[in-house]
């Protein structure tokens, strides 16, 4: 099993006001003028939308063969359905995202993600993989090589914001490699294609 | 080079009011009451949208290998410089291609993008490339195997549409393989993902 983590993701309710969904493509001048901390990098639903279209569509997790985490900055942790269909309009998109924000579970009955109050340690945790971050500061290699490092059950960490680095200190010391497959900073749905690819070429040929 | 082409894509200003680029999950009670032709798969402008964003954002891509084209189902094809970064935010993308379909090109001095009145016979006739063909009907082959039938200049065209066939009649006529890498129908974000990679995999692995 592949377990995909988008970490310290740009996800959450605009904080103070509390109305609806951060995005920072609406929001911009108003978070600057809040002094909100980190106020340049923050409210990007669009990374994690992008994000789970990218691997909920992928024929990794069409083979139920993938599992999708979304760690947000406040140590929120969103479980996801793998048989969940991801919304495709952006804003019907965020709307649901809020909701689950304001009652921890979308549908209510039957739900196919679910928050829960978790820092990425807790998550780790919980996982049996092999665990990999994904940064520019990590050991250079080309994707191709993910394949000599992955083992069947594996864990990759990946930053769920546009720029800077992970909040969440000291993630380093609890993942067993730390790679970078590119030079310059790649979005996350780039990585996460390459993570999830290097993963069917490795385990998947029979099934494909 | 790859050229990756979205072919007889659902990306069109709204036929008979003429004022906005047509969205099915705006327009799909509209597009039924006004009795469109094939409503029910018209208007996505999201499927191209997950399309350039995976596409123009790879590493494929940011190391210049790649060309990317939308053909669409009225028969233009739109040309996008390689490095045009794509609007994340998905109003934002479609009022550009709104302006695009208008006035022909964007922004207007030094243009991102151009549109054609082209078809895509026309289009295939100018890349001089080993042309693929992907669509449930092809040869089932497993995504691992595209690199085998690769060229180091290969077309890979994918269907831009959410359900049916490709309109343009005779396309498996003017390709040299037609390949299908799973059982189901795939979004076509998912098998761009598919073709760059393997694209990579064969042809890149120094650069990267």
């Not at 048989?83 to 495709?88: A, E, N, P, S, V």
């Not at 309009?89 to 809020?98: A, E, P, S, T, V």
């Not at 909040?167 to 590119?182: C, F, L, P, R, W």
């Amino acid at each position: 099993m592949m377990h995909l983590i988008l970490a310290d993701s740009e996800l959450e309710i605009m904080p103070k006001i509390k109305n609806e969904l951060l995005d920072s493509s609406l929001h911009h001048h108003l978070m600057k003028k809040m002094k909100i901390k980190d106020w340049r990098r923050r409210g990007r639903p669009d990374i994690a939308h992008f994000f789970l279209i990218v691997a909920m569509e992928s024929i990794l997790n069409k083979k139920n063969l993938l599992r999708v985490y979304i760690h947000t900055r406040n140590d929120e942790v969103i479980y996801i359905k793998p048989y969940m269909r991801i919304i495709k309009n952006y804003d019907r998109f965020k709307g649901l995202m809020k909701k689950l924000f304001e009652e921890g579970r979308v549908p209510k009955n039957n739900p196919l993600m679910i928050i829960k109050n978790e820092n990425l340690f807790e998550l780790l945790e919980k996982i049996d993989a092999k665990k990999i971050l994904f940064t520019r500061k990590g050991r250079k290699i080309s994707p191709c090589d993910l394949q000599a490092i992955y083992e069947k059950d594996v864990a990759c960490i990946i930053g769920g914001f546009p720029s800077g680095y992970f909040i969440t200190k000291g993630i380093e010391k609890k993942v067993d490699e730390i790679v970078s497959i590119y030079d310059e900073m790649l979005p996350a749905w780039t990585v996460a294609m390459e993570a999830i690819i290097a993963y069917e070429y490795k385990f998947c040929q029979k099934f494909l």
